[in-house]
């Protein structure tokens, strides 16, 4: 989603702050805040504003600059302006505050703009100016946007004004999505920077490493970002290109456009440690990578950590880690010097001498202090924040403390930033915005956390939440399967109603892919818009429409063996305890259903085969058992409502069904209800639904209460949120009845 948060102390009190300011990640994480939506416009976005009301207000995407730039003007109007710090640590504030006072001088204009009551743009700039510690984090509701730098700009524009950087418990925070993206940034793994945090437009820095690396041939200008980058593979300008620890055929924006581009290209090598993901299909050389439990290196996280990662599973097979494979194809390609490592530990420690060459402290990035390490000192290394410098090897935990940055003068600059109308709109055609996503126990393109029976047990389908009175308008009911639109592409997912969804806006996780679904790429609907300056795509904002998805009927089938999906219309699959669970949907009616399912599901004849048929209903269902232990069913009806999967998944891990349990087989449920758990919520410890249903029931009023019950929500707590829920949903039907 798009927008800013504001959580008060006691939710992020782990930062140090007293208020902090932040994008949503997706709307479970603030769940935690909660009360009654004053207003939901379309195409909005939400403000939780804990200290100022209990509840939720939804401010409009392109609004963010507009809200930060009326607080930047307001700081200024009641003179709450850190001048000494000003003065002394900036430039730019006097052309920021004018482009602030030009475009939000009137705060019932932002307020308007931002589509919230009058008073709140009011209430949260005086709490903003009264609250000395303030942490601004934003994620990528601000980040990933065709205008996210002026976004990111504004919000740091804010914190520069009042001096609150450097200092404990505040300055602005970009939480990240990517794992070790502070590493990857500082080894140069962007095409628009060198090493180390040098510029790959600057000659002094080009010379540095030029010098170190001893390569005459530098690249003097930055390269393509990822979304060009496929455009010049697609018209012929890029004719080989590695990948490496990416799916981009999932993952980018307008996705369909980059597979086309991979299949132009004379050269594709990819790099991964799952041999069919929807990109390693189309490579000429697939090289078989370490994964994450066989790689030895460091990570860094977002607060600037240098940690080590440490092998703890063998290399399997073929597989090499990446820079083995590096080093080996450089040195075929006849570049011998400079690629002649043999263990991590070098690579670090090159790493760690480019980082201080010609560092006069103009660069933050300074390991100087790790250079020459032995590997018993590398092996041992405990994590260590950069800056490094020789006389403080303990790392640096604070940056900008004493209010010199990292411009030539040592000056921060505040940007001038004005508002921006977003690159699509909505229209007649594409009314809804798509906003795409993480869902709490997936990752990304799902190739290895899909594998997980209990990943995939909560949420185990690809879906779209909607408001539900958009649904109604559009005549979709919950748990339909419906097509999502865009001027890009289409896909096909199960309708949610969840209740958390702004009105006009949708929700798609992006982590479906070719693998686990038939049509559920989400990324093949996003419209390729970027940030000019960082390149970002508009991942949170693409028109788009919601409509029907027409099926003759619906089923699913758990089953111990793989089965070819060319049957259904459509279908997704999601991992089980020893089996595979498949959502599945068709056109064509079967004229003999029994035949049609032993054949899809192999029962040999003579097989033990348990069946129900109603062809009035449109219903169907078979169980095949051997030895008497499950060994798949298979439940066809012409609506989406079926029994619940959870109880006849339970089977699955028995070596035996008993008697009781093959008489309630063809219902889907247990003859004694109390026996189905249902639904999983808590991954953790795979507690279901009516478990924790029952223990409300009985008496749990609190999370502490269910935990102590059932575990639920005592490990990772991810989970919490929806326990939460749950209990809310209780004590709302209580006061009901």
């Given at each position: 989603?798009?927008g800013?948060?504001?959580?008060?102390?006691?939710?992020?009190?782990?930062?140090?702050?007293e208020?902090?300011?932040?994008?949503?990640?997706?709307?479970?994480?603030?769940?935690?805040?909660?009360?009654?939506?004053?207003e939901?416009?379309?195409?909005?976005?939400?403000?939780?504003?804990?200290?100022?009301?209990e509840?939720?207000v939804?401010?409009?995407?392109?609004a963010?600059?507009?809200?930060?730039?009326?607080?930047?003007?307001?700081?200024?109007?009641?003179?709450?302006?850190?001048?000494?710090?000003?003065?002394?640590?900036?430039?730019?504030?006097?052309?920021?505050?004018?482009?602030?006072?030009?475009?939000?001088?009137?705060?019932?204009?932002?307020?308007?703009?931002?589509?919230?009551?009058?008073?709140?743009?009011?209430?949260?700039?005086?709490?903003?100016?009264?609250?000395?510690?303030?942490?601004?984090?934003?994620?990528q509701?601000?980040?990933q946007?065709?205008?996210?730098?002026?976004?990111?700009?504004?919000?740091?524009?804010?914190?520069?004004?009042?001096?609150?950087?450097?200092?404990?418990?505040?300055?602005p925070?970009?939480?990240?999505?990517?794992?070790?993206?502070?590493?990857?940034r500082?080894?140069?793994?962007?095409?628009?920077?060198?090493?180390a945090?040098?510029?790959?437009?600057?000659?002094?820095?080009?010379?540095?490493v030029?010098?170190?690396?001893?390569?005459?041939?530098?690249?003097?200008?930055?390269?393509?970002?990822?979304v060009?980058?496929?455009?010049?593979?697609?018209?012929?300008?890029?004719?080989?290109?590695?990948?490496?620890?990416?799916?981009?055929?999932?993952?980018?924006?307008?996705?369909?456009?980059?597979?086309?581009?991979?299949?132009?290209?004379?050269?594709?090598?990819?790099?991964?440690?799952?041999?069919?993901?929807?990109?390693?299909?189309?490579?000429?050389?697939?090289?078989?990578?370490?994964?994450?439990?066989?790689k030895?290196?460091?990570?860094?996280?977002?607060?600037?950590?240098?940690?080590?990662?440490?092998?703890?599973?063998?290399?399997?097979?073929?597989?090499?880690?990446?820079?083995?494979?590096?080093?080996?194809?450089?040195?075929?390609?006849g570049?011998?010097?400079?690629?002649?490592?043999t263990?991590p530990?070098?690579?670090?420690?090159e790493?760690?001498?480019?980082?201080?060459?010609?560092?006069?402290?103009?660069?933050?990035?300074?390991?100087?202090?790790?250079?020459?390490?032995?590997?018993?000192?590398?092996?041992?290394?405990?994590?260590?924040?950069?800056?490094?410098?020789?006389?403080?090897?303990?790392?640096?935990?604070?940056?900008?403390?004493?209010?010199?940055?990292?411009?030539?003068?040592?000056?921060?600059?505040?940007?001038?930033?004005?508002?921006?109308?977003?690159?699509?709109?909505?229209?007649?055609?594409?009314?809804?915005?798509?906003?795409t996503?993480?869902?709490r126990?997936?990752?990304?393109?799902?190739?290895?956390?899909?594998?997980?029976?209990?990943?995939?047990?909560?949420l185990?389908?690809?879906?779209?939440?909607?408001?539900?009175?958009?649904?109604?308008?559009?005549?979709l009911?919950?748990?339909?399967?419906?097509?999502v639109?865009?001027?890009?592409?289409?896909?096909?997912?199960?309708?949610?109603?969840?209740?958390?969804?702004a009105?006009?806006?949708?929700?798609?996780?992006?982590?479906?892919?070719?693998?686990?679904?038939?049509?559920?790429?989400?990324?093949?609907?996003?419209?390729?818009?970027?940030?000019?300056?960082?390149?970002?795509?508009?991942?949170?904002?693409?028109?788009?429409?919601?409509?029907p998805?027409?099926?003759?009927?619906?089923?699913?089938?758990?089953?111990?063996?793989p089965?070819?999906?060319?049957?259904?219309?459509?279908?997704?699959?999601?991992?089980g305890?020893?089996?595979?669970?498949?959502?599945?949907?068709?056109r064509?009616v079967?004229?003999d259903w029994?035949?049609?399912?032993?054949?899809?599901?192999?029962?040999?004849?003579?097989?033990?085969?348990?069946?129900?048929?109603?062809?009035?209903?449109?219903?169907?269902?078979?169980?095949?058992?051997?030895?008497?232990?499950?060994?798949?069913?298979?439940?066809?009806?012409?609506?989406?409502e079926?029994?619940?999967?959870?109880?006849l998944?339970?089977?699955?891990?028995?070596?035996a069904?008993?008697?009781?349990?093959?008489?309630?087989?063809?219902?889907?449920?247990?003859?004694?209800?109390a026996?189905?758990?249902?639904?999983t919520?808590?991954?953790?410890?795979n507690?279901g639904?009516?478990?924790?249903?029952?223990?409300?029931?009985?008496?749990?009023?609190?999370?502490?209460?269910?935990?102590?019950r059932?575990?639920?929500g005592?490990?990772?707590?991810?989970?919490?949120?929806?326990?939460?829920?749950?209990?809310?949903?209780?004590?709302?039907?209580?006061?009901?009845?």
């Amino acid at each position: 989603m798009h927008g800013v948060n504001v959580l008060s102390r006691g939710i992020v009190g782990d930062l140090g702050g007293e208020l902090v300011v932040a994008s949503p990640l997706y709307k479970q994480h603030f769940s935690l805040i909660t009360g009654r939506c004053l207003e939901e416009p379309e195409h909005a976005v939400p403000v939780y504003l804990a200290r100022i009301h209990e509840g939720q207000v939804w401010v409009r995407a392109e609004a963010v600059v507009t809200l930060f730039n009326g607080l930047l003007n307001w700081l200024a109007h009641e003179n709450r302006i850190d001048h000494r710090f000003v003065a002394q640590h900036t430039r730019g504030a006097a052309h920021a505050l004018l482009v602030a006072e030009n475009t939000a001088g009137d705060v019932d204009a932002v307020a308007r703009t931002c589509r919230v009551e009058r008073q709140l743009p009011r209430d949260f700039y005086a709490l903003f100016a009264g609250t000395e510690r303030v942490v601004t984090a934003f994620s990528q509701g601000v980040n990933q946007s065709s205008t996210g730098t002026d976004k990111a700009n504004s919000i740091i524009n804010a914190h520069l004004l009042t001096g609150r950087i450097g200092r404990p418990g505040m300055g602005p925070f970009s939480l990240t999505g990517q794992p070790n993206a502070m590493g990857g940034r500082e080894v140069g793994g962007m095409a628009n920077m060198l090493a180390a945090h040098m510029d790959i437009e600057n000659p002094g820095h080009r010379d540095v490493v030029r010098r170190l690396w001893q390569a005459p041939r530098l690249a003097q200008r930055p390269g393509l970002k990822a979304v060009d980058m496929f455009e010049a593979m697609h018209d012929g300008r890029i004719k080989a290109v590695w990948i490496i620890a990416t799916n981009p055929v999932v993952s980018l924006p307008n996705a369909d456009r980059a597979r086309e581009a991979l299949k132009c290209c004379e050269l594709v090598v990819v790099s991964d440690c799952v041999a069919r993901t929807d990109t390693a299909v189309l490579a000429h050389v697939l090289l078989p990578a370490a994964a994450w439990g066989e790689k030895d290196g460091t990570v860094t996280n977002s607060d600037r950590h240098i940690s080590r990662q440490r092998v703890f599973l063998p290399l399997p097979g073929a597989a090499r880690p990446d820079w083995w494979m590096v080093c080996e194809v450089a040195r075929r390609l006849g570049f011998e010097h400079g690629f002649e490592f043999t263990s991590p530990a070098q690579i670090f420690d090159e790493h760690a001498r480019l980082s201080c060459s010609g560092n006069d402290g103009s660069r933050a990035f300074d390991l100087a202090g790790m250079t020459a390490m032995s590997a018993a000192a590398y092996e041992h290394l405990a994590p260590v924040p950069w800056p490094v410098p020789v006389d403080q090897p303990g790392g640096t935990a604070r940056l900008f403390g004493d209010g010199r940055f990292y411009h030539s003068d040592r000056r921060a600059r505040l940007i001038g930033v004005r508002p921006r109308a977003l690159r699509h709109a909505p229209d007649e055609e594409y009314p809804l915005v798509l906003n795409t996503g993480r869902i709490r126990d997936q990752w990304h393109g799902m190739t290895r956390t899909g594998r997980s029976p209990r990943r995939a047990g909560h949420l185990p389908e690809p879906f779209v939440d909607m408001h539900p009175a958009d649904a109604l308008g559009f005549g979709l009911g919950n748990g339909a399967l419906v097509r999502v639109a865009t001027r890009r592409g289409r896909m096909v997912a199960r309708l949610r109603t969840s209740g958390e969804i702004a009105r006009r806006t949708i929700f798609v996780p992006i982590h479906w892919n070719g693998a686990t679904a038939s049509d559920a790429r989400v990324g093949a609907l996003v419209n390729p818009a970027v940030d000019a300056i960082s390149g970002e795509p508009e991942f949170k904002f693409t028109p788009a429409r919601v409509e029907p998805f027409v099926a003759s009927w619906h089923g699913f089938i758990l089953t111990r063996r793989p089965i070819a999906m060319e049957a259904f219309t459509w279908w997704a699959s999601a991992a089980g305890q020893d089996f595979q669970r498949y959502e599945v949907a068709g056109r064509r009616v079967p004229g003999d259903w029994s035949g049609w399912a032993s054949c899809l599901l192999g029962a040999a004849a003579g097989a033990d085969w348990l069946e129900y048929t109603d062809p009035s209903a449109g219903t169907y269902r078979a169980v095949h058992l051997q030895d008497e232990r499950l060994e798949s069913c298979v439940f066809i009806g012409t609506r989406p409502e079926l029994p619940s999967r959870a109880w006849l998944a339970s089977l699955f891990a028995k070596s035996a069904v008993s008697a009781q349990e093959r008489a309630a087989l063809l219902s889907g449920k247990p003859a004694n209800p109390a026996a189905a758990a249902g639904a999983t919520v808590c991954a953790c410890f795979n507690v279901g639904r009516n478990s924790i249903e029952a223990a409300i029931h009985a008496g749990c009023r609190d999370t502490a209460s269910l935990g102590a019950r059932l575990k639920a929500g005592t490990n990772c707590g991810s989970c919490v949120p929806e326990l939460q829920r749950m209990l809310a949903a209780r004590t709302a039907a209580t006061a009901t009845a």
